[in-house]
């Protein structure tokens, strides 16, 4: 027999859409990527989750009559918190909490400049450009912790800093020379991150938009400001943010550079590790939670507000020009 | 699909959460034997080994204790940094620890939280030790570590300068001090040279010097039974020697910056005519290699005071065994093999650590050898202790930051006594 035999009618004829075929790929890369969201959770998810519940205890401090300290925790509740927010050390909080945010403005706000600057110098062709690049970069390779030794020796009052300037500024006292030799070390250390961040998205602007700029008369300024920063604002701001999201969090210039216990550059991250010291690991998780909770509401504002693009979802919206909405004839996923 | 994904995120925080919940809470430690058994292999513990001849000793012990052999951990250089491992290592309940070279002012804290554990005293020469570097070992009468070294403050001072102005001998009072410098800076020699200078950055150095500076005029912090009493005239007048010393320029403004290492620097280059230091500085400055500008020309005196001689703070380390090693009996017998007579010695001549035994001291071999061992033994003798509380890591905060505020003139020394008075009583009872 030539006729052909109808296919058996047990199952539909397979569906060619492509909503199906997403599907089916998404829950194939769910599958990939699960050991790896398993791996983040535990070691992302598990201590935030641990900590909070840790700041809801308290250790006994007393001691007993045979003078041995009571062991164990007790659970108090929110006491942690607001024992942080009240009475001295609700100062001390306040003012470690102006101190983060100080910090974390004026080293972003420096950074940006000199980054900038750096990625525009690092983007011109000339010769050991290589060379030039990887050095750069070798004050974002040494550990902060080094570094801070490192500067705390520039700025020992009979060191380097004092010798250049003809003073002689005790920088690690008390004040807002302290304050300064942070700004100054940390700005000298992660200024080539932003460099280079900024450094890729200068790469992928194309010459000819120059060249059409210059032909047009536009001066060096005029390109940098209406060619430039729009088109490198994405890198830009993923760069800042980052660098925003580093600076709240700062521990070890401070405590290292200065030394503890100076109200001047005290940060909140070094009010935890005090309190974690002496053993107190209720309040230290608290500060810990509280500063946490700060930084998501940073992060948070900036990405909503600034449009940071953290996720790469930028390509989609750029394709479509802001101002004007065009309405939708092609169904998503064909051919544009 | 926005549905399904909220849905796998609730169920991942809830499984977490309940992960955290049998994980975390409690943490009343189980039970560890305080008894002194268990053999096996060590380890000692203790800050950066500046000197270099800890590892030759240990090397001695496990030629002839094979199985039994120490391991040297050597933690950070700074104080604060080496008990806070120690306490985590003790809230880990880890035995990775085993023989803990504990700082005299922790044996409180370290016994009371049951981080070490108490020593049989008739076991060790305690009789020829010396009584208060043996005092502070010890926590409510029992002994909980046997001292390996002491440290007693000194005053250094530069005899040729002195002998410039005319002066044989070193001050024994803080206004005979002041006397000297102003006669030593009218010399040719003299000008330019500091004062004075002693510990001065917020560091537990600088409680050192404000408990010396405190107890040489006749005040305390805290008296016998561990109750504050810092807000006393005596207290204040110790405190304004200091203050004026800043105010007048006889104490360098850049000795607030000042730790051991920095005033030391500041010593061996010839800028300083008294400095108040440890006894390890001596063998370092009288070093011939050029290093030292100061060679053979300083010596050591005791302190002086407001009256009379002054009181020097006690400083030293200890030994102690943690609770959790399994092999205390092994760590018992390491500890008396390692503060024996003869290795105190040792440690003298190797890393002029200063010995805890009276006969030492009393050796006119050794007196000979080391001059400053009569000021050192006199020294320790009527050395006062820091204050003895269990809760020693605040209320050395709470000091320097009274110290370091009058210091630096953001307060009046009343002020900062006051307070000082308050906090340590608020941390006496919880």
């Known amino acids: 027999m030539t006729t052909v035999q109808a296919p058996a009618q047990s199952k539909p004829p397979p569906v060619l859409n492509k909503a199906v075929d997403n599907r089916q790929q998404g829950r194939l890369a769910r599958l990939l990527l699960s050991p790896t969201m398993l791996v983040l959770l535990i070691v992302i998810g598990y201590p935030i989750l641990a900590g909070t519940y840790q700041s809801l205890f308290s250790q006994n401090q007393g001691v007993d009559e045979s003078g041995f300290v009571v062991q164990g925790d007790q ?262 | 699909m926005r549905r399904r994904s909220s849905a796998l995120g ?184 500091s004062c004075y200078a002693g510990q001065f950055e917020k560091y537990e150095g600088l409680t050192v010097n404000f408990a010396e500076a405190v107890n040489s005029a006749g005040g305390v912090i805290t008296d016998d039974s561990g109750t504050p009493n810092v807000n006393t005239p005596e207290a204040r007048a110790g405190l304004d020697f200091l203050v004026n010393g800043f105010q007048t320029g006889a104490i360098p403004a850049e000795a607030i910056t000042y730790k051991e290492e920095e005033g030391r620097r500041a010593f061996m280059e010839g800028r300083l005519l008294f400095h108040r230091q440890w006894p390890y500085q001596y063998n370092l400055a009288n070093a011939t290699d050029g290093s030292s500008q100061v060679a053979g020309l300083f010596a050591a005196a005791p302190l002086p005071g407001l009256d009379g001689p002054g009181v020097s703070s006690l400083g030293g380390h200890a030994l102690g065994i943690s609770t959790y090693s399994k092999s205390k009996g092994t760590a018992l017998e390491f500890i008396k093999f390692y503060t024996t007579k003869e290795n105190s010695q040792r440690y003298l001549e190797l890393g002029s650590n200063a010995p805890i035994y009276t006969s030492i001291y009393d050796d006119p071999s050794l007196q000979a050898e080391f001059p400053y061992l009569p000021v050192l033994k006199d020294s320790i003798l009527n050395a006062v202790p820091r204050p003895k509380v269990v809760r020693y890591g605040d209320a050395t905060l709470a000091i320097q930051d009274a110290a370091y505020g009058a210091l630096t003139g953001e307060m009046t020394s009343e002020e900062a006594l006051t307070q000082l008075q308050t906090q340590l009583e608020a941390l006496s009872n919880p």
């Open chain 2, 10 to 193: 609730a169920m991942t925080a809830i499984a977490a959460l309940v992960l955290t919940a049998c994980g975390g809470g409690g943490g009343g430690g189980g039970a560890a034997s305080t008894a002194l058994e268990g053999t096996g292999p060590i380890t000692l513990v203790q800050g950066k080994d500046t000197s270099g001849f800890v590892q030759q000793i240990l090397d001695e012990w496990n030629a002839s204790h094979p199985d039994q052999t120490v391991t040297l951990i050597e933690l950070p250089e700074s104080a604060d940094a080496q008990r806070q491992q120690m306490i985590q290592n003790a809230q880990a309940q880890s035995d990775a620890y085993d023989v803990l070279v504990v700082d005299n002012v922790w044996t409180s804290e370290f016994a009371a939280n049951r981080y070490i554990v108490e020593l049989p005293e008739d076991q060790f020469p305690v009789a020829d030790m010396l009584p208060p570097v043996i005092d502070s070992a010890r926590y409510l009468g029992k002994l909980y570590a046997v001292p390996n070294s002491s440290d007693g403050g000194m005053l250094y001072y530069r005899t040729d300068l002195l002998e410039g102005a005319g002066i044989t001998e070193p001050p024994a009072t803080w206004a005979e001090l002041t006397e000297d410098c102003a006669a030593v800076a009218a010399t040719p020699a003299g000008a330019g040279v």
């Open chain 1, 75 to 336: 659970f108090v509740g929110l006491d942690n918190y607001t024992a942080i927010f009240s009475g001295e050390s609700g100062a001390r909080f306040w003012n470690a909490f102006y101190n983060t945010t100080y910090f974390t403005v004026v080293t972003v706000t420096l950074e940006l400049i000199l980054g900038v600057a750096m990625a525009l110098i690092m983007n011109r062709a000339f010769r050991s450009k290589g060379l030039i690049r990887a050095s750069i970069l070798i004050p974002w390779a040494i550990p902060t912790v080094v570094s801070a030794l490192l500067w705390r020796w520039i700025f020992d009052a009979n060191g380097i800093a004092n010798d250049l300037l003809g003073t002689q500024v005790l920088w690690s006292t008390d004040g807002p020379q302290a304050q300064w030799a942070v700004i100054i070390a940390d700005v000298w250390k992660t200024s080539p991150f932003i460099g280079l961040l900024v450094l890729a998205g200068l790469q992928v602007i194309p010459s000819e938009v120059y060249e059409a700029a210059r032909v047009d008369g536009a001066n060096a300024l005029r390109q940098f400001w209406s060619i430039t920063l729009p088109l490198v604002k994405p890198a830009l701001l993923v760069a800042v943010l980052f660098r925003i999201l580093d600076g709240l969090r700062m521990f070890d210039l401070p405590f290292v550079l200065v030394g503890q216990g100076k109200p001047s550059v005290e940060t909140v991250s070094i009010l935890a590790f005090l309190e974690n010291s002496n053993v107190r690991y209720g309040p230290a998780a608290a500060y810990a939670v509280i500063l946490f909770i700060y930084i998501v509401i940073v992060a948070y504002a900036f990405v909503r507000l600034l449009g940071a693009d953290v996720m790469g979802d930028a390509k989609q919206k750029m394709s479509r020009p802001a101002g004007r909405r065009r309405l939708r004839t092609v169904a998503k996923g064909d051919m544009p």
